[in-house]
C-alpha cells in the first residue's frame, strides 16, 4: 500500500522557519521525483518546489525561492521542506507528491500538513 505521510506543519510567526517531512513508504522512492504543492482557500493547488530521484537537481516557485529549500534522504524514504522567513501569503495547506516513471507512470499524492503564518 502506497502512502505519503506529510508532518510538520503548524502555526508559526511571520519570519519564522518550518521544517515538513513527508515520508513514503509502498513504491521505490529512490527512483521517484518528489514534490512539494500547496493550496491556499480559494486558491488553486501551485507546485512549490521539487526535486530529482537521486536528489542533485531541485527547483522551486518564484515566490518561494531563496526561502525554502527542498531535499530528500532516500535511506529513509523522506523528502523535505525547509521554509525561511516564512509570509503570511506561505499560509496554506502543502501536499507532498511523487512520480515514478519506471516500469510505467504511477503519480502519488500525501493528505496535506496545514501551515498558517500569523502573528
Known amino acids: 500500500q502506497v502512502q505519503l505521510v506529510e508532518s510538520g506543519g503548524g502555526l508559526v510567526q511571520p519570519g519564522g522557519s518550518l521544517r515538513l517531512s513527508c515520508a513514503a513508504s509502498?513504491?521505490?522512492?529512490?527512483?521517484?521525483?518528489m514534490r512539494w504543492y500547496r493550496q491556499a482557500p480559494g486558491k488553486e493547488r501551485e507546485l512549490v518546489a521539487d526535486?530529482?530521484?537521486?536528489?542533485?537537481?531541485?527547483n522551486y516557485a518564484d515566490s518561494v525561492k531563496g526561502r525554502f529549500t527542498i531535499s530528500r534522504d532516500n535511506a529513509k524514504n523522506t523528502v523535505f521542506l525547509q521554509m525561511n522567513s516564512l509570509k503570511p501569503e506561505d499560509t496554506a495547506v502543502y501536499y507532498c507528491?511523487?512520480?515514478?516513471?519506471?516500469?510505467?507512470?504511477?503519480?502519488?499524492w500525501g493528505q496535506g500538513t496545514q501551515v498558517t503564518v500569523s502573528s
Open positions: 507528491y511523487g512520480r515514478v516513471t519506471t516500469p510505467w507512470i504511477r503519480a502519488y
Open positions: 526535486i530529482t530521484s537521486a536528489g542533485g537537481s531541485a
Open positions: 509502498g513504491f521505490t522512492f529512490s527512483s521517484a521525483a
